[in-house]
């Protein structure tokens, strides 16, 4: 069984920095493109930044310059450095990967969320 668990969230002040984990574990051949979502009370959710296996990067406007997507393939992880965070990044923050199992074709699979919580 495939799952992914966020973890890193918290609160902290306007301009400091967090870092969000999103770990994958179970029957993994491979593990394809990769992306963090966020979503904020009455908002709708939006993508923050995704990371392809081909090593690229995309990010959201709101965030880009302050936020650094990263994955480490040996560990089967990825993380999201928020840096300069603003009270506007506040929002529950998912890690969303393309995974493809020992015995499946490829799935969607969705983390749990963790809470980020900006103050100023």
């Known amino acids: 069984q495939v799952q992914v668990v966020e973890s890193g969230g918290g609160l902290v002040q306007a301009g400091g920095s967090l870092r969000l984990s999103c770990a994958a574990s179970?029957?993994?051949?491979?593990?394809?493109?990769l992306a963090w979502y966020r979503q904020a009370p009455g908002k709708q959710r939006e993508l923050v930044a995704s990371?392809?296996?081909?090593?690229?990067?995309n990010y959201a406007d709101s965030v880009k310059g302050r936020f650094t997507i990263s994955r480490d393939n040996a560990k089967n992880t990825m993380y999201l450095q928020m840096n300069s965070l603003k009270p506007e990044d506040t929002a529950v923050y998912y890690c969303?990967?393309?995974?493809?199992?020992?015995?499946?074709?490829?799935?969607?699979?969705w983390g749990q969320g963790t809470q980020v919580t900006v103050s100023s």
């Open positions: 990371i392809p296996s081909g090593g690229s990067t």
């Open positions: 969303n990967a393309d995974i493809s199992s020992d015995y499946d074709v490829e799935s969607n699979y």
């Open positions: 179970g029957s993994i051949f491979s593990i394809n493109a």
